[in-house]
């Protein structure tokens, strides 16, 4: 099965802790890194899980609030310092350009490659970025500013072809991504051997969500419907439900329950506020509601 696993490198809330970092997450899909958001210290977890700078070409901000990208900056200089030359994307709700591209213009002027500002309408459910392997559809949020979480969605994967079927019928390299492909295969006396005595089912497409900041929201199981793994946001406990409110932010009860009502397999919840010290009280919230919950913590490597 290919490479598709999330890597969190900061599950805080605006404050920074000893304990916690502000947003960040890697999603690794078949050895390609895509950045969700990109609090402060983002490159020092970048560096401390080893993750390859490289291979970094998007970036996606849920909304421009500091503790989801004030590490951007950083992380676009230390590009340049390292000699980047290839296209870096950022995608964002406005006013993405009217934040950045200033500090582009100040900090960046020898910049030795091109970021691409990319702004998003935060209150539509729509496809904003493609390649051969994956698509990425923005998720309308509703939190105090423009703000929309991101769904991954693998593409179909190709046949697996069955070994022995390659020897047996001496099939060239040139024909097997062809034969994955589900295309049948003809001998040299012209006789077809059907796909299927061929091949084994691929295996099937995966899905992540992110939702992080925002209020709770029962409409967005709509777009959430059987996803292999959901993060919710959980900043308060049911004991803070009014603060959540008028917040715009989420419950670790409510989070459970978008997840349960969209038929979700596991959901991570994450963004804890300050004020708690032991996140379980959390966890237990979310449990109570959807068993499969799970807390994040930085440095986390969670496959789907």
């Not at 421009?64 to 230390?78: E, Q, R, V, W, Y």
């Not at 992080?212 to 959980?234: C, G, M, R, W």
Request: glycine share 4%.
């Amino acid at each position: 099965m290919e490479k598709f696993e999330v890597i969190i490198l900061g599950c805080g809330c605006a404050l920074p802790t000893s304990k916690h970092f502000n947003a960040a997450q890697v999603v690794n899909l078949r050895n390609k890194l895509f950045l969700i958001d990109c609090g402060e210290g983002t490159q020092i977890q970048f560096r401390r899980n080893k993750l390859n700078f490289n291979k970094l070409g998007h970036i996606f901000i849920s909304h421009l609030h500091g503790d989801h990208f004030f590490g951007l900056m950083g992380l676009i200089s230390t590009f340049n310092l390292l000699g980047r030359t290839a296209q870096l994307y950022v995608h964002a709700p406005t006013p993405l350009r009217k934040i950045l591209q200033p500090q582009l213009d100040y900090f960046c002027q020898e910049i030795n490659y091109e970021v691409i500002l990319d702004e998003i309408d935060s209150t539509k459910h729509q496809l904003i970025f493609e390649d051969r392997s994956v698509e990425v559809w923005s998720l309308p949020l509703n939190h105090r500013v423009p703000c929309c979480g991101f769904l991954f969605k693998e593409k179909p994967l190709k046949k697996h072809i069955i070994a022995s079927k390659i020897k047996q019928y001496n099939i060239p390299i040139y024909a097997i991504n062809a034969i994955k492909d589900s295309k049948d295969y003809t001998l040299p006396d012209g006789t077809i051997i059907p796909n299927d005595q061929l091949t084994t089912p691929a295996d099937p497409a995966r899905s992540y969500a992110y939702c992080s900041d925002t209020s709770y929201l029962p409409k967005l199981a709509e777009y959430l419907q059987n996803v292999d793994i959901l993060f919710h946001e959980a900043t308060f406990g049911e004991d803070k439900v009014n603060l959540a409110r008028a917040t715009y932010h989420s419950t670790a009860a409510q989070a459970a329950t978008l997840a349960k009502n969209s038929h979700v397999k596991k959901l991570f919840i994450g963004h804890y506020s300050a004020r708690y010290d032991d996140e379980n009280i959390l966890l237990n919230e979310a449990r109570n509601i959807f068993p499969e919950s799970f807390l994040t913590k930085e440095d986390d490597i969670i496959q789907i």
